[in-house]
Nanobody, 125 residues
């Protein structure tokens, strides 16, 4: 059974940093793309960042480019999202997601096959 478990969310002041983790289990993700999405209250889920596991090619939403960094640790089967210079508009529940084995960047939620339950991030002004 595939499981994606996020951790690392919390409350931080504007300008601060957080690192989210997504521990993956239940299958190998060597051919997958791992992604982070977020959903703010009353809004649709939106793409944040993605990494192709095999090549480490990354892609970011314009709103986080230059502030967030996605990375992966093969030995730990874990994906990270380092978030710096946080803004109040980054407040949302952050979800880890993965495709089954397509290994391409996709920015729409319907392209993902597996989801974590999310971890909340609140940025105060």
């Amino acid at each position: 059974q595939v499981q994606l478990v996020e951790s690392g969310g919390g409350l931080v002041q504007a300008g601060g940093s957080l690192r989210l983790s997504c521990a993956a289990s239940g299958r190998t993700f060597g051919r997958s793309t791992m992604s982070w999405f977020r959903q703010a209250a009353g809004k649709e889920r939106e793409f944040v960042a993605a990494i192709i596991w095999s090549s480490a090619i990354t892609h970011y939403a314009d709103s986080v480019k230059g502030r967030f960094t996605i990375s992966r640790d093969g030995a730990k089967n874990t994906v990270y999202l380092q978030m710096n210079s946080l803004k109040p508009e980054d407040t949302a529940v952050y979800f880890c997601a993965a495709d089954s084995a397509r290994g391409v960047i996709a920015t729409i939620p319907s392209a993902m096959d597996y989801w974590g339950k999310g971890t909340p991030v609140t940025v105060s002004s």
